[in-house]
Structures are given as C-alpha cells and as structure tokens.
C-alpha cells in the first residue's frame, strides 16, 4: 500500500456540472500530481502542486483546476464536465529529492 | 474491479517462464524511466527505475534494459508468476530544475500469467 487515499471511489456526474475529487497521503511529502487515465491509455499529466502552489500543467484546459492545503492534501475541480472528461483520475505523491511517485487507487468518473 | 486498458497490446506467458515487455520512448533527452505495474481498481505501482546514464539494472525477478540508441527500454520478469498479472506501464521524466518534473507514460501491456 502506498498510503494515499482518493475519494470518492467512483462517480457519476451529467454534462455541464462540476466535480471536486480528493487526494491525500499518510507521508507528509509535500508534493502531489494529478493524472487522468482514459480507459486503454496511459495517465495523461494535468498538473503538479508542490507546497499549495501550481508547479507545472499539463494540456488541459483551465476548466480543470486545483488546490492544495497546507496538510499537503489537494483537490482536483472539472467545470463544465464534457462526456471526454469520463474517466480515471490519479493523484500521486512524490518522494523529495527522487522521482518515485506513490500513486492512489482513482477516482473513477463518469458523465453521462 | 476497474478494468484498465481494453485495447492494449497484450502479452501471455506460461506460469515460470520469463517474461518481456518492450517499450519505445518519445524523448531523447529523457533523464529517468521508470516501470509501473497496474493492477484491476488500483493504481500504478513503481516496479524499478533506471537512469539514462545506465543500460542495465536489476532488482528481485526484475530487469530493466535501456537501449538510447534506439529509444527502446524493456522489462524482464523471470519465473512469471499469476500475481504478474496487469498492465505494465513505460515512463520517462524530463528532469528540470524548476517546476514539475511530471512523468510521460507509455502505452501499456497488458501481461496475462497462464497457470
């Protein structure tokens, strides 16, 4: 077990509405990646937190946007759901000064 | 469980024997790969790691080989057993110095361990 925890474990959600999805870790690494995983495609980088600031993005539109809190856990929000947006999504944790990155179970979405 | 990866190339192997999962690389100036295994409703989980300065490294049942030449790097599982059995992800890192250093996965395998 890598000790990150992602609610809710799945989720349905119609077009145009909005979601939040949680991540948090037991480790106290201060860094954390969000990915979205298309079923039969790998994870697709959307953004990296690292100390409640945005660290990098990824290609995806500003309709999906995060926050960080100072207990290291963060959120992952999608305005506006488009039925593409169905699917599973990845935080991760990332050990300081490596590139080991402790990924949770998924939230699965999906839009109908 | 979740079902990850319905279109993926796919790979059967006999329970004990060995196993390869080949992956290609978009970027040369790549710096890291690392190998992921996921398994139905989870997410990945780290199997090895290798840096672009090395072609070769072990771990337990594991190997990575890195070949820059060609972009090609592969994964070896010796004496393959059921709990084998999942996706295997390729990825690549890009290190920087400032902002993220996210990863870059590949396409996947699926690997199916024939008892």
């Known amino acids: 077990e890598t000790g990150v925890t992602q609610s809710p474990t799945h989720l349905i959600k119609t077009r145009g509405q909005q979601v939040t999805l949680r991540c948090s870790s037991q480790?106290?690494?201060?860094?954390v990646s969000w990915y979205q995983q298309a079923l039969g495609q790998g994870p697709q980088f959307i953004f990296q937190y690292y100390r409640e600031e945005e660290n990098g993005r990824g290609n995806f539109p500003p309709r999906f946007s995060g926050l960080q809190f100072p207990n290291y856990s963060s959120e992952l929000n999608v305005n506006a759901l488009e039925l593409d947006d169905s699917a599973l999504y990845l935080c991760?944790?990332?050990?300081?000064?490596?590139?080991?990155?402790?990924f949770g179970p998924g939230t699965r979405l999906t839009v109908t | 469980g979740e079902s990850v990866g319905l279109h993926l190339p796919t790979l059967s192997v006999q329970e004990g024997d060995n196993s390869i999962i080949n992956c290609a690389y978009s970027n040369s100036a790549s710096d890291y790969f690392i190998w992921y295994k996921q398994e139905s409703g989870k997410g990945p989980q780290f199997i090895i790691d290798?840096?672009?300065?090395?072609d070769k490294r072990q771990g337990q049942r594991v190997t990575v080989l890195l070949n820059k030449t060609v972009k090609h790097l592969s994964l070896q599982i010796a004496a393959t057993q059921p709990g084998d059995s999942a996706v295997y992800f390729c990825?690549?890192?890009?290190?920087?110095?400032?902002?993220?250093?996210?990863?870059?996965f590949g396409t996947g395998t699926r690997l199916t361990v024939i008892p």
């Open positions: 990825a690549e890192i890009l290190v920087k110095w400032a902002g993220a250093n996210n990863l870059f």
């Open positions: 290798i840096r672009s300065n090395m």
């Open positions: 480790s106290g690494h201060n860094t």
């Open positions: 991760a944790y990332i050990r300081a000064a490596t590139y080991e990155q402790y």
